[in-house]
Nanobody, 114 residues
Framework: QVQIVESGGGSVQPGGSLRLSCVAS????????AAWYRQAPGKQRQLVAT?????STNYIGSVRGRFTISRDHGIVYLQMNSLEVEDTAVYYC??????????WGQGTQVTVSS
């Protein structure tokens, strides 16, 4: 049974930084590219960043240059710098191309406010 645990969220002021971590059981991150997603209040979950097994990364435009996705020994990280109010959301990790019917962890809340 797949288990995914995200951690590292919190409350910061605009311009602050957070580092999210994600651990998953099984081979989900060895068999697939990994990804971070986020869901803001009242909005659909959106893909934020991806990283392949070879280390190639991709980001949505609004976070490019501020967020960095990485992976090390099965843990997937999301370094978030220069945080903006619009980054407030629950952040989830999963395989790339995960669907809403797939298993999802509890996520980790990121709140950016002054």
């Amino acid at each position: 049974q797949v288990q995914i645990v995200e951690s590292g969220g919190g409350s910061v002021q605009p311009g602050g930084s957070l580092r999210l971590s994600c651990v998953a059981s099984g081979s989900i991150f060895s068999d697939y590219a990994a990804a971070w997603y986020r869901q803001a209040p009242g909005k659909q979950r959106q893909l934020v960043a991806t990283i392949t097994n070879s280390g190639s990364t991709n980001y949505i435009g609004s976070v490019r240059g501020r967020f960095t996705i990485s992976r090390d020994h099965g843990i997937v990280y999301l370094q978030m710098n220069s945080l903006e109010v619009e980054d407030t959301a629950v952040y989830y990790c999963n395989r790339h191309y995960a669907s809403e019917s797939d298993y999802w962890g509890q996520g980790t809340q990121v709140t950016v406010s002054s």
